[in-house]
């Protein structure tokens, strides 16, 4: 029982979510993930951790605003053979709420939350869902 750990970790980014394009700008940036509304109401991400560097960083450009701004982008399997690492289950929803569960020791959580915060900023102005009475109001 020493080396089994089930973590279910919860938060809210504080904003909500447009699922459909949180999705696709997931999968342009290679992520695993699913949705299908139509079954369920979340995005099942699947982050995982390389075994042999713990946290797998990729460089990424994205362009916003005609500058191109450089981060580090982690989470991605980098195996040339057969699949080592840990897999991470994201659930994500449109109220903003994240379950996280999968991780293996304490010391994963805060390194994996915070770079998937950090993803959500950068996307932040794509995948932030607008009302119309925010438009009217604001």
């Known amino acids: 029982y020493n080396n089994l750990l089930l973590t279910l970790y919860k938060f809210n980014i504080n904003f909500i979510i447009n699922r459909q394009r949180f999705y696709e700008k997931l999968i342009n940036l290679n992520y ?5 509304p139509e079954s369920y109401s979340g995005i099942k991400l ?14 990424l450009n994205i362009s916003k605003n005609k500058t191109t701004s450089e981060t580090k982008l982690t989470g991605l ?3 040339t053979s057969k699949c ?26 805060e390194p994996v939350t915070k770079n998937f915060i950090d993803l959500c900023n950068l996307l932040r102005n794509d995948i932030k869902k607008e009302y119309l009475y925010n438009k009217i109001n604001n």
């Open 46 to 59: 699947i982050y995982k951790i390389n075994l042999t560097n713990n946290l797998n960083f990729e460089t």
């Open 32 to 36: 695993i993930c699913k949705y299908k």
């Open 84 to 109: 080592t690492c840990i897999s991470i289950t994201f659930l994500i929803f449109q109220t903003g709420n994240i379950i996280i569960t999968g991780f293996k020791n304490m010391e994963q959580i």
């Open 77 to 79: 399997c980098i195996c």
